[in-house]
């Protein structure tokens, strides 16, 4: 099965940028569809970006669509999610996901997950 550890995080004023990457082993990475989640202090996980195996289809929340851009090395073993404008809203821990079948928005359907990496947004 895989295994997910994502980095990245950090703090940044708002309007700037951050890029997460989330490093994949002990599985074919190539072989999962792959999604970015974040969750908010008091708030439910809730689903940012998601792309499918080959990385040519793309998902994007309506609070991210234009500002952010899911993409996926597959000779690295690696998920980015880039980030542009940063709002304070956009303040998380942001983790991502894998599956081998599953490339929605849902969150319970998502089999693997990493241990996140927090954004913070200062205003």
């Known amino acids: 099965q895989v295994q997910l550890v994502e980095s990245g995080g950090g703090l940044v004023q708002a309007g700037g940028s951050l890029r997460l990457s989330c490093a994949a082993s002990?599985?074919?990475?190539?072989?999962?569809?792959m999604g970015w989640f974040r969750q908010a202090p008091g708030k439910e996980r809730e689903f940012v970006a998601r792309?499918?195996?080959?990385?040519?289809?793309?998902l994007y929340a309506d609070s991210v669509k234009g500002r952010f851009t899911i993409s996926r090395d597959n000779a690295k073993n690696t998920l980015y999610l880039q980030m542009n404008s940063l709002k304070p809203e956009d303040t998380a821990v942001y983790y991502c996901?894998?599956?081998?079948?599953?490339?929605?928005?849902?969150?319970?359907?998502?089999?693997?997950w990493g241990q996140g990496t927090q954004v913070t947004v200062s205003s």
């Open positions: 996901a894998a599956d081998p079948s599953y490339y929605g928005s849902a969150v319970y359907e998502y089999d693997y």
């Open positions: 002990g599985g074919a990475f190539s072989l999962y569809h």
């Open positions: 792309i499918a195996r080959s990385g040519g289809n793309t």
